[in-house]
T-cell receptor
Framework: GQNIDQPTEMTATEGAIVQINCTYQ??????LFWYQQHAGEAPTFLSY??LDGLEEKGRFSSFLSRSKGYSYLLLKELQMKDSASYLC??????????WGAGTKLIIKP | DVKVTQSSRYLVKRTGEKVFLECVQD?????MFWYRQDPGLGLRLIYF???????EKGDIPEGYSVSREKKERFSLILESASTNQTSMYLC??????????????FGAGSRLTVL
């Protein structure tokens, strides 16, 4: 079967660094996506990894290890506006997305 | 700015009522999707469409139907609303079926309460 896990909630301090992990099990893999969703708003695309390694985009980076079934989203220099839910989604061999339940990130001053 | 627009942000309906949720995209995307989002669960796919007049069942199609008469419009229909259909409904679209082209653009969501 396929499943995807991420922590329910995390808390971090403004200016700090936080890593949000996502682990998955799947028989077929066509990439892993991260989306950000502010409360009451639409999810918005952050990153896509299909090969192992780190993809950096400004303050946000995403890492993938296909052999370990593991990804993380790294947020640096945290700002209050980063308070949101972060959704991990796996694309399977049929190009269908399997979504994690999301990690609610709370940023404290 | 590209957009996916959902016609209603908040709806309150009674059990047994027929409910229409409308979604329009202006990006000429081939693919359109309807998801529901509930606390503690990942997004669950209800229906999707890869082309006009085409529809495919997702993971939880029971109690729902869809219509795609025009490329830009994808409607979700609850024939007889039930309380367990109280949820946030998200419409999304994407360009194609290769992984890189499958970045989803979401609408702002329609929060449906069924009493």
């Amino acid at each position: 079967g396929q499943n995807i896990d991420q922590p329910t909630e995390m808390t971090a301090t403004e200016g700090a660094i936080v890593q949000i992990n996502c682990t998955y099990q799947t028989s077929g893999f066509n990439g892993l996506f991260w989306y950000q969703q502010h409360a009451g708003e639409a999810p918005t695309f952050l990153s896509y990894n299909v090969l192992d390694g780190l993809e950096e985009k400004g303050r946000f980076s995403s890492f993938l290890s296909r052999s370990k079934g593991y990804s993380y989203l790294l947020l640096k220099e945290l700002q209050m506006k980063d308070s949101a839910s972060y959704l991990c989604a796996l694309m399977d061999s049929n190009y269908q997305l399997i979504w994690g339940a999301g990690t609610k990130l709370i940023i404290k001053p | 700015d590209v957009k996916v627009t959902q016609s209603s942000r908040y709806l309150v309906k009674r059990t047994g009522e027929k409910v229409f949720l409308e979604c329009v995209q202006d990006m000429d995307h081939e693919n359109m999707f309807w998801y529901r989002q509930d606390p503690g669960l990942g997004l669950r796919l209800i229906y999707f469409s890869y082309d006009v007049k085409m529809k495919e069942k997702g993971d939880i199609p029971e109690g729902y139907s869809v219509s795609r008469e025009k490329k830009e419009r994808f409607s979700l229909i609850l024939e007889s609303a039930s309380t367990n259909q109280t949820s946030m409904y998200l419409c999304a679209s994407s360009l194609g079926d290769s992984a890189g082209a499958n970045v989803l653009t979401f609408g702002a969501g329609s929060r449906l309460t069924v009493l």
